[in-house]
């Protein structure tokens, strides 16, 4: 794969007065990447889970969304997922330009030295950032406030704070946080405690253990630091990773050189569990990772999900649960305890306990190259998205929906006519640089090789239907004259 160049950031200097409300402000910094098998076949590839629309809004908006009353936030991913990234960033109204893309995935610690050394060469080494998981659930926002808040004042005293969480169950496939005594550090009812140290993913004895103790708390991931404290324990504890990102340069065009040399590790591996001056926030913020379909039907009657199945346990069936996008029944009979997932083209049938081992069926999914292991029907599209309905050798049927006030780009095909059917919203079609305006009940017939654009110039979504003929149909058959995303 060839080595894609990093944009050019301007990093907007934290405003206390003008973008947070609290007394420690903070640059938050979501950090989004992951495989999208946890919670197949809603989550992909190419759809990963803090993107999917498994709640009233995703993890991601959610997360970006808590994080703001603290400072504007970033977003830390990899440039595969700039399109999904630069979409809600758009729908949040947040500054493009604090997102920041890492050539390839390589763990935590390379992604928090990038960030650290983009901040330190951007002159704003001194001030508080905070590293987020971008696909957690948290459903208590004022203790989470609180405990974020005592993290910063800790940092504020040179320490690197966690937040850990109270455990609801003697979980193994959660690291664990083991703390000593409360110290003298507190914002509101929440204390920073000192750090015996951090414990691997247990066996359940030894997590039943854990929990009985009362002094061991889940690892959230969450991670609190004065930049230049955190760059300093990297240069101790890491001296190649910090040697290698020492040497980016301030417009980043050697960044893809630099991540080469970085090593694939997590920050809990390389700084965390060797690190002195460091304390833990436990707190109880009602968390979930949603790390498989176990943990949503866990929480089936919690009413956060859109959910559209409507499960009936017939003769012999119980304790069964569906999960699906549309309004459907499903009827049970003769089984218990099983998780279904229904999307258009891909169905999940598991036993419950058994849902994170759905990766085998990904695995067995990507050795037959068949589509459903990374991608869905639909495509998302910075200007929103299309889902394909029929796609045969004469013709193509698709609906297509364009977001408010976006436009896809100016483009004609050499191979295809279309005719579009509005159904929903208001815009203006461009056809040979002559203006339409359409709304519901209206059509567009598109010629063969003719200049093409449809906008949306109202506040809701415009949603029309395309019906393609030709002699190919393939998404590479555009010629872009101009494009508001400089895609070529």
């Known amino acids: ?101 890492e050539p390839a995935p390589r763990n935590t610690a390379p992604a928090v030295a990038l960030l650290c050394r983009v901040l330190e060469l951007r002159g704003q080494a001194n001030e508080i950032a905070a590293v987020f998981p971008a696909d957690h659930l948290v459903t208590n926002e004022t203790n989470f406030r609180e405990a ?13 704070a966690t937040l850990g969480l109270k455990p609801t169950y003697a979980a193994t496939g959660f690291g664990y946080i083991e703390t000593i005594k409360p110290t003298s550090i507190m914002h509101g009812a929440h204390k920073a405690h000192e750090v015996e140290g951090f ?21 959230a991931g969450i991670f609190v630091f004065r930049v230049a404290t955190m760059i300093r324990h990297f240069k101790v504890l890491m001296p190649e990773l910090w040697s290698a990102m020492s040497e980016l340069k301030t417009d980043l065009s050697n960044l893809c050189t630099v991540y080469e040399r970085a090593p694939k590790i ?60 549309e309004q459907k029944v499903f009827g049970f009979v003769g089984v218990s305890d099983v998780i279904v997932v229904d999307t258009a083209d891909a169905t999940l049938i598991a036993k419950k306990g058994q849902t994170q081992n759905v990766r085998s069926v990904v695995d067995q999914l990507s050795k037959q190259r068949h589509l459903a292991a990374t991608d869905h029907r639909f495509e998302l599209r910075p200007w929103g998205r299309f889902t394909i309905l029929k796609d045969d050798a004469h013709f193509k049927f698709k609906i297509i ?13 050499a ?74």
């Open 266 to 325: 997590s920050i809990d591996f390389g700084v965390m569990e060797k690190l002195k001056e460091q304390v833990c926030v436990p707190c109880d913020i009602g968390w979930s990772d949603l790390g498989s379909w176990d943990d949503v039907a866990a929480a089936e009657k919690s009413g956060l999900y859109a959910n559209g199945a409507h499960v009936v346990d017939g003769s012999d069936a119980g304790g069964n649960f569906a999960f699906s996008s």
């Open 1 to 101: 794969m060839p080595c894609i160049q990093v944009a050019k950031q301007r990093l907007v200097r934290l405003d206390p007065g003008a973008l947070a409300i609290y007394d420690f402000p903070m640059i938050p910094v979501v950090l989004s990447g992951g495989a999208g098998t946890r919670l197949w076949p809603l989550s992909r590839a190419k759809l990963p889970k803090q993107f999917v629309e498994l709640l009233d809004e995703s993890l991601m908006e959610k997360t970006l969304r808590r994080l703001k009353p603290f400072g504007s936030p970033w977003a830390l991913t990899v440039r595969e997922l700039e399109i999904l990234t630069g979409r809600v960033f758009r729908y949040l109204d947040l500054p493009a330009d604090q997102m920041l893309f």
């Open 199 to 219: 414990r691997e993913k247990p066996d359940a004895a030894t997590a039943e253990k854990f929990v009985k103790t009362g002094t061991f708390f889940w690892n």
């Open 401 to 413: 929906v364009v977001d408010p006030k976006a436009q896809i780009s100016y483009q004609a095909h």
């Open 148 to 160: 974020v808040q005592t993290a910063c004042l800790a940092a504020e005293n040179g320490l690197v």
């Open 415 to 488: 191979k295809r006519s279309e005719h579009w059917i509005f159904v929903k919203g208001a815009g203006e079609v461009v056809l040979n640089d002559k203006t339409i305006a359409v709304k519901a009940g209206g059509s567009v017939f598109i010629p063969l090789g003719a200049k093409h654009r449809v906008r949306n110039t109202g506040s809701v979504p415009l949603e029309f239907i395309e019906v393609q003929t030709g002699t190919y149909f393939g998404e590479d058959d555009i010629q872009r004259y101009q494009d508001d995303y400089n895609r070529s």
